[in-house]
């Protein structure tokens, strides 16, 4: 274990906000965890717990311990005629471990790559992009509880995913850590999802057939030309939820509002294109000082540099209340806020 004082934490989140972490520690591997959990300073005196910081929004200094989830590792722990099972440690980098998936021509991730964040966070948002969600290719989990300190197995079932949701958002929210994940892989009947336009499209003007790999560059390629690279520009990906809403508010909606891109849910629900909302009420590539909507993607809220948590914040809400304003929709925060 690592320990600092009143250290910054704009390296560790991808607004690049430069909140203070009154201390700092950084959990190396993942008996520090056990170790963390008992120390004076440890977990009896954690306000955060941080991943790899792309989905949240820093609005204050945190005081307290900081810990910050650093372990890495992976293995193989199955292999079955058509799947491979790989255990991958909550500190890994979420799009190095797609790309070792994709290399080794294992199915199942290659939609969702570039994902900013680490393996640790995916279940807990249950991370979701090009018509595939991490729930797709999971397999089970170990989660460290605060309470015992005790390792606990958690199926599918158990983790009860959601759209960008989990039992991580609900009652195990601040309950333990994710230690590692396991991913059931296909080694040759591969489901290939391309019906997302976009995947398509972008397939047929390289001249390519759908594969792992094929799959995995063209997301990459339609990822990088819509959405800000936060090492370049701050941001964390889609800012807002898309609501989801009753099928006949829609149909009204849509009624006024026919380009409205609309995904029904098979709930009754219907889920609209945040993105669109935002750009219809005139915020697209609108910049206020430090802070905007991405250019290219409505749905993203860009730190052009320098900008406060409290600035990005205020940001948010006049989006949110503009739309409220011209479509009657909320539109719920994604990201976390904190402090
Ligand atoms: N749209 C606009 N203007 C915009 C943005 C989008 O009109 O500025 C329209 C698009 O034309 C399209 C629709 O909205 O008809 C949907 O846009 P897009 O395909 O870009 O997807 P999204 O719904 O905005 C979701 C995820 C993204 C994920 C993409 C691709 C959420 C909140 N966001 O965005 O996830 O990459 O689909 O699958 O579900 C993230 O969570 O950080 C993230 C980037």
């Not at 005790?150 to 009652?171: M, N, V, W």
């Not at 219907?270 to 749905?299: D, P």
Request: hydrophobic letters at 40%.
């Amino acid at each position: 274990m690592i320990w600092e004082e009143h250290a910054s934490l704009a390296p560790y989140n991808t607004f690049g906000i430069d909140a203070k972490a009154e201390r700092l520690v950084h959990l190396e591997t993942e008996a520090c965890v056990a170790d963390y959990r008992i120390h004076p300073k440890g977990y009896a005196q954690q306000t955060l717990l941080i991943s790899g910081g792309s989905n949240m929004l820093l609005c204050a200094d945190v005081p307290g311990t900081t810990a910050r989830i650093a372990w890495t590792g992976q293995h193989i722990v199955r292999e079955t005629d058509d799947h491979v099972f790989v255990q991958v440690a909550a500190g890994e980098n979420w799009h190095d471990t797609v790309r070792y998936t994709v290399e080794q021509d294992w199915g199942g991730l290659q939609n969702l790559s570039l994902i900013p964040g680490l393996v640790g966070a995916a279940p807990v948002q249950n991370i979701g992009a090009y018509g595939v969600e991490l729930a797709d290719s999971f397999d089970s989990l170990r989660f460290f509880s605060w309470e015992t300190g005790e390792i606990q197995t958690l199926s599918h079932a158990e983790c009860a995913f959601g759209y960008r949701d989990s039992i991580f958002k609900g009652p195990l929210k601040d309950k333990g850590v994710i230690l590692s994940v396991i991913f059931r892989l296909t080694k040759h009947s591969h489901v290939l999802k391309t019906s997302y336009g976009a995947i398509q499209d972008e397939l047929a003007a390289r001249g390519q057939e759908a594969s792992v790999r094929s799959i995995s560059d063209a997301v990459i390629a339609i990822r990088q030309s819509k959405l800000p690279d936060p090492k370049v520009l701050g941001n964390s990906g889609s800012f807002f939820k898309n609501p989801a809403l009753p099928a006949e508010v829609v149909a009204a909606l849509a009624k006024s509002n026919p380009t409205l891109p609309q995904y029904p849910q098979g709930d009754g629900s219907v889920k609209v294109a945040a993105g669109w909302l935002i750009e219809q009420a005139g915020w697209k590539g609108k910049r206020i000082g430090q802070v905007g909507m991405h250019a290219h993607q409505a749905l993203v809220l860009v730190n052009y540099g320098g900008a406060t948590g409290p600035e990005l914040w205020a940001h948010a809400q006049r989006v949110q209340d503009s739309v409220k304003e011209q479509f009657g929709i909320h539109l719920e925060p994604e990201v976390n806020l904190i402090g």
